[in-house]
């Protein structure tokens, strides 16, 4: 183990570092906006929409984003759609992301209460009313437990983004060990990074997953 090459190889695991954090918070940010949507098209069963929804959820969640970033990066561009590396990266968490979000979401919401429902619409709200006042509020604090893992799963799923050659912390790892042989050194420093990156965001979401539950349902 030789600290002097983890301490040259710093810098360029610094560039893949932020690379990687901007993707990752890029494409949970994203894909918790189409969970919501989707999980909403689903609850309220909203027609046509609702079949469209269940297939795309459906299609996303069984099939590998291995091969969902094949299909945006290598096939796209026969057809004439060339978008860059990290555009195709972002578009396939999202396309997979958006899926285990609205799966999640939708488990939240089907725990409110059906009386609840009705007594709304009892009182004369409309479907979007519903959902900002009554379902999202407290079917997000039931989804919390899923949205923390997911928001896990896919951070550590930009480490796919190596095999269309986006420059992230999995890829720069991997081109070091290639060009110097020093595998202990970078998946040390790769560890470290992942670590770095990740044990944060648990404590920060298992902190508002109990603040949310605790405020919804008391302590």
């Known amino acids: 183990m ?8 710093l810098p360029i695991f610094l560039k893949a570092f932020e690379l990687t954090l901007w993707l990752s918070a890029l494409g949970n940010i994203c ?22 929804v269940t297939a795309y959820v459906e299609l996303a969640r069984n099939t590998p984003l291995l091969i969902q970033l094949f299909f945006l990066y290598y096939a796209f561009p026969v057809i004439g759609l060339k978008m860059s590396a990290q555009t195709c990266g972002i578009i396939g968490l999202v396309f997979l992301g958006g899926a285990y979000m609205a799966e999640g979401f939708t488990g939240g919401f089907a ?8 007594d709304g619409k009892a009182l004369g709200m409309n479907n979007l009313q519903l959902a900002r006042y009554v379902v999202f509020p407290q079917g997000f604090a039931l989804s919390m437990p899923a949205l923390t893992a997911n928001v896990i799963f896919l951070i550590k ?16 790892a991997l081109d070091l060990i290639g060009l110097y042989y020093r ?18 965001v648990i404590l ?4 508002l997953e109990r603040k949310v539950r605790y405020g919804t349902f008391g302590d």
């Open 111 to 118: 725990g409110v209460s059906p009386s609840q429902i009705d």
């Open 31 to 52: 894909s918790i906006i189409v969970g919501i949507l989707c999980s909403l098209v689903q609850y309220f069963k909203v027609p046509v929409l609702h079949q469209i």
């Open 157 to 172: 799923e930009t480490s796919i983004f190596s095999v269309i050659a986006i420059p992230e912390l999995t890829n720069t």
């Open 2 to 9: 030789s600290w002097q090459i983890i301490t040259r190889s």
């Open 204 to 207: 920060l979401l298992n902190y």
């Open 183 to 200: 595998s202990n050194e970078y998946l040390l420093v790769l560890v470290i990074a992942y670590a770095i990156i990740l044990i944060p």
